[in-house]
């Protein structure tokens, strides 16, 4: 497919625009919600693992999601799930804010809601596909990737705001509104698709687990999974170091802060970049460039930069983030129709985890390895990966594999 679509052309899709408008509401209400809470934990304990804690709960359990419910985007109509979903996201930022829950039972209800998160994004992403063709649908998930950079950014700044104006408690009932409102347009201006699959006599954990194991055991799904998810753990880690970096390198108060800032700019650039200037063939040509791109800019943090220059370089790291609308197409058509929704579940379970164990991993490291050298170990291990998709599309040029419908 050499034809390229534009935004007007993908947002012009009823069923789509009204996804996206409301997905991307409900992203910058889960990044104020993560802000506010981690403040209120940390005035409540004082705690600065608690507070980093806060930052990372949801991203975990995705694990447990998509391992036992990730089959349910394929099974059940996409309207009420999609509407039900942003509810309950909804009850739960209300009760975070008024029922006074102590800090281990805050935690709890986020990450068990957390635990949803794959069969959410699973269902936006069959969706997606299934009303998006070609270039459209690329252009589509880079529509989401614009969304959640935006909301970093944007959640970030109106969190810090929003607690400075009203406090931690009122800022979660802002997010509760978010939600709710998510939630009403899902309901209201969403066509009620029919449930996608038909019946299946497994039980759910069974027709996940195999689902599962059947497309990780596809050599070309299985590449492209690993595509999608190493080179943001690798640079997750990193980043997560950010904080310590800036303090231990004596940088200005609010320093580590803009260079968290820095990331999702490039990221938003490289989206734009990638998805309007180059066409969908090139696009495809060059993943292994935009993740070294992602990963090279890192080795800077082992010398002695100064913060503008660091930042720099981030932002250049970002960039490399659009290497993901390459990967979409190759994806989508590699997957077979019927496990659509579980497919893009499961690249939200990988992700989540991954970028939830990264730091963990990389915040031990740096306890015997200076800071600055573990971050930049995390680019050289993205600039690997890179030099590992380049010599895997060779291999495979020529040969096309794909899942096998179930």
């Known amino acids: 497919m050499t034809e390229r679509a534009t935004f007007r052309q993908v947002l012009a899709e009823p069923v789509f625009r009204v996804l996206f ?20 934990v940390f005035d409540r304990t004082g705690s ?30 996409p309207r009420p799930l999609l509407s039900g979903g942003y509810l309950l996201e909804a009850v739960g930022a209300a009760v975070l804010a008024l029922a006074g829950l102590p800090v281990w039972a805050c935690l709890v209800l986020v990450g068990t809601i957390g635990c949803l998160g794959p069969v959410f994004n699973g269902a936006a992403g069959k969706l997606t596909a299934d009303t998006l063709s070609g270039d459209a649908f690329v252009l589509g998930r880079s529509l989401f990737h614009l969304a959640a950079s935006a909301a970093q950014l ?8 929003a607690i400075a104006a009203v406090g931690a408690e009122h800022a979660l009932l802002i997010t509760a509104g978010c939600h709710l409102v998510a939630a009403l347009g899902t309901r209201l201006l969403l066509a009620d698709l029919p449930a996608p699959g038909g019946t299946d006599a497994r039980s759910l954990l069974g027709r996940t687990w195999q689902v599962n194991r059947e497309l990780l055991a596809d050599r070309t799904v299985r590449r492209l999974l690993l595509v999608m998810w190493l080179p943001p753990a690798f640079v997750t880690g990193a980043a997560s170091l950010l904080v ?11 320093s580590a802060g803009l260079l968290l800032a820095c990331v999702p700019v490039g990221m938003m650039l490289g989206d734009v970049v990638v998805a ?46 659009g290497y993901m609308i390459g990967v979409q197409r190759p994806f989508r058509d590699a997957i077979p ?43 050289a291990a993205t600039v690997l990966t890179a030099i590992w998709i380049g010599v895997s599309d060779s291999e495979n040029a020529g040969s096309h594999s794909t899942a096998n419908p179930r």
């Open 337 to 379: 129709t019927l496990v659509r929704g579980q497919a893009f579940g499961l690249v939200s379970t990988g992700l989540m985890t991954l970028q939830g164990v990264g730091p963990t991993v990389f915040g031990l490291t740096a306890e015997v390895v200076p800071v600055g050298v573990v971050m930049a170990a995390g680019g």
């Open 48 to 77: 600065a693992f608690l507070g980093a804690l806060t930052f990372g709960i949801s991203f975990l359990p995705q694990v447990l999601g998509g391992l036992a419910i990730g089959a349910l985007p394929d099974l059940v109509r």
């Open 154 to 161: 944007v959640g970030l700044a109106a969190g810090g705001l």
């Open 244 to 254: 310590p970096f800036a303090a231990l390198r004596g940088f200005p108060a609010g």
């Open 21 to 40: 408008w409301c997905r991307a509401l409900a992203i910058g209400a889960d990044t104020l919600r993560t802000v506010a809470l981690s403040v209120l």
């Open 276 to 321: 309007r200037l180059l066409a969908p063939a090139v696009r495809e040509r060059l993943v292994p460039v935009f993740v070294a791109v992602l990963g090279l800019p890192l080795l800077g943090f082992a010398l002695d930069l100064g913060a503008i220059a660091l930042g720099g370089l981030l932002v250049v790291s970002g960039f490399g983030y």
